[in-house]
């Protein structure tokens, strides 16, 4: 009994976020009636009518008025991270008669901002079905629980929980003290953003329809496509260039654009994960092109296009191609593996382990050795982003992200090896690593080796990897933990 009010801690709230999501999920209705796909009405209004039920009744149970654990928020996020993708696989069930596994993978693909497909052709899928696939990155972009909050008319202590425990450490990037304000204000900017980036590949010609679809997965740095050929079907070396500033501003922090708008303060490259970002699209830039021309032997003007394409996807952790990486060279796949870990800002769309956590595990470095040739006595303070932490401070922050580190790995490595006993892959093990680990990363660039032809275990374990690296592993276990052993332990 005792087990039940805990998880009634938070029903009122969870039950509120479901059904703002089930509201914000009948835009793909307004497409159908568009496209005069009206064989779609019924699959797609499945999502709303499920997510509005839901909320319904979790609203109505008798919620306890004990202060929620940090436990229960973050098992409360997991949830509805898991529940919006169970739901949002039913469109993909009823309208493309897709195995649910396989429509439980594309959402989950979707809503965590990952970007690989089990669609065998996307092209031969409705309109109602693409603009889905959109909406889902589009609104896993900014973080559920953050779209959500900013809609509530009242904070409380529940919802600032939920909405930091969604965000996570890696994630956070507080600019406000207002939690509910703070929502509302990251999404003024993702409708700014999202629509100059509308406006901006509309100039490379594509039809207004693409524009959308692409500027919306670009700004999410989620990668879904409306084709099957992906990015490359469209032939245009103008369009990727164009899609390649929408990918950063995706993967750039958030307080950058506040400071920007609210401040009039150009602060671009005084953040730390900024310049870091941008360094790491010129090495990779550097590095693949050079591996193109020498190894691949590709003219220099696409090996330029392609190694700075392939490097700000890779970074910003954005789905979106032009290159097939089985003709690339092992140490190509594996350089671009490692940005593919990384990934972009704390506090923006991306996915990754952060650059935030690197660039703390390089100071914590740098730190450690410095009190290693000086007396233990000696007060040697960590900077890290304009402030200054003691020792205390400092070594909890390092711990915590080298404990977000290992745990990444430590996903990456289990998934790795039972998908490779399950399939038996008779390809080069890089491009299977690469695909895990892109999984994880919720970065969605793919070797290929992801496809509908995976067995049920393989592609369940990629939806848990999804899932993992888009809650940043921490919430999931709790997830687990919370259902098998509650919260008293």
């Not at 991270?81 to 989950?108: K, N, Q, R, S, T």
Request: proline share 3%.
């Amino acid at each position: 009994m005792d087990r039940l009010h805990q998880y009634l801690t938070l029903t009122t709230d969870v039950g509120t976020i479901l059904r703002y999501i089930g509201a914000g999920t009948c835009i793909p209705l307004v497409v159908a009636l568009i496209y005069r796909e009206f064989d779609m009405l019924l699959p797609m209004a499945s999502v709303p009518v499920v997510l509005i039920c839901l909320g319904t009744v979790l609203i109505r149970l008798p919620a306890t008025e004990r202060e929620p654990r940090l436990s229960m928020s973050l098992f409360s996020v997991a949830a509805i991270w898991l529940i919006c993708a169970l739901v949002g696989a039913l469109p993909f069930v009823f309208g493309a008669d897709m195995p649910y596994i396989d429509g439980f993978f594309e959402a989950m693909s979707g809503w965590t901002d990952t970007g690989m497909t089990m669609a065998p052709d996307v092209d031969a899928l409705s309109h109602t079905l693409i603009f889905w696939r959109t909406l889902m990155e589009w609104f896993g972009g900014i973080g559920i629980v953050a779209f959500t909050v900013a809609l509530l008319n009242r904070s409380s202590v529940s919802r600032h929980r939920l909405y930091s425990t969604e965000r996570m450490e890696g994630r956070s990037d507080a600019f406000m003290p207002s939690v509910v304000e703070q929502g509302a204000q990251m999404w003024r900017i993702y409708l700014i953003l999202t629509l100059a980036g509308v406006l901006l590949i509309l100039c490379s010609g594509v039809p207004l329809w693409d524009a959308i679809n692409i500027a919306m997965t670009a700004i999410s740095t989620g990668g879904f496509t409306i084709h099957s050929g992906g990015i490359s079907s469209y032939d245009s070396r103008l369009l990727e260039l164009l899609i390649i500033p929408v990918m950063i501003a995706g993967a750039l922090p958030f307080k950058i654009y506040y400071l920007m708008y609210r401040k009039r303060e150009v602060s671009l490259f005084k953040d730390e994960q900024a310049r870091l970002l941008f360094l790491l699209i010129l090495l990779g830039f550097v590095i693949i092109t050079a591996d193109l021309i020498v190894f691949n032997g590709l003219d220099q003007g696409s090996a330029l296009v392609n190694g700075l394409f392939m490097a700000s996807a890779a970074v910003t952790s954005t789905g979106f191609q032009t290159a097939d990486l089985v003709v690339w060279e092992p140490v190509s796949v594996l350089f671009l593996t490692m940005l593919v870990f990384i990934g972009g800002s704390s506090g923006s769309t991306s996915g990754g382990v952060k650059l935030s956590r690197v660039l703390i595990g390089l100071k914590g470095i740098k730190w450690w050795f410095r009190r290693s040739f000086v007396s233990p006595k000696a007060m040697i303070p960590l900077r890290y982003n304009g402030k200054t932490l003691q020792r205390a401070e400092a070594e909890f922050l390092v711990s915590r992200n080298m404990l977000t580190f290992i745990l990444f790995i430590l996903a990456i490595l289990l998934g790795l090896v039972i998908i490779m006993h399950v399939e038996q892959p008779d390809i080069d093990t890089t491009l299977v690593i690469f695909d895990v680990v892109s999984a994880t990363c919720n970065n969605g660039i793919s070797t290929g080796f992801v496809t509908p032809d995976l067995t049920i275990w393989s592609k369940l374990v990629l939806i848990l990897q999804m899932w993992l690296g888009r809650l940043e592993v921490m919430a999931v276990m709790v997830f687990f933990i919370g259902l098998i052993r509650g919260f008293d332990w």
